[in-house]
Nanobody, 125 residues
Framework: QVQLVESGGGLLQAGGSLRLSCAAS????????MAWFRQAPGKEREFVAA???????RYKDSVRGRFTISRDNGKNTVYLQMNSLKPEDTAVYSC???????????????????WGQGTQVTVSS
């Protein structure tokens, strides 16, 4: 059983930066694909970014170039560096983990069995 704990959320102004962290325990971290999803009020959960154990990354188009996902297998932690934040980035950001076959994309929430509790990010204009 994998446990995920996010941290780093907060309230900030547009144009600012924030780094989210997700600490994992209970599994072979390096073998898991790690991902970030977000859900804004009244909207469906959406994919933000994912990183495989190999280091291969995928991003949502609207965050590419502003957000960077990374992982530290020695610390069992995945990060999401968010720069040039916009009010539309406001959401609860959740970390997810699972072993995703190479034949499958990494942007579907249905493929992830393990989830953190989420951390709120609020960007004011």
């Amino acid at each position: 059983q994998v446990q995920l704990v996010e941290s780093g959320g907060g309230l900030l102004q547009a144009g600012g930066s924030l780094r989210l962290s997700c600490a994992a325990s209970g599994g072979a971290f390096s073998s898991y694909t790690m991902a970030w999803f977000r859900q804004a009020p009244g909207k469906e959960r959406e994919f933000v970014a994912a990183i495989r154990g190999s280091g291969s990354m995928r991003y949502k188009d609207s965050v590419r170039g502003r957000f960077t996902i990374s992982r530290d297998n020695g610390k069992n932690t995945v990060y999401l560096q968010m720069n040039s934040l916009k009010p539309e980035d406001t959401a609860v950001y959740s970390c997810a983990a699972d072993r995703i076959p190479i034949s499958r994309r990494t942007d579907s929430a249905d493929d992830y069995a393990y989830w953190g509790q989420g951390t709120q990010v609020t960007v004011s204009s």
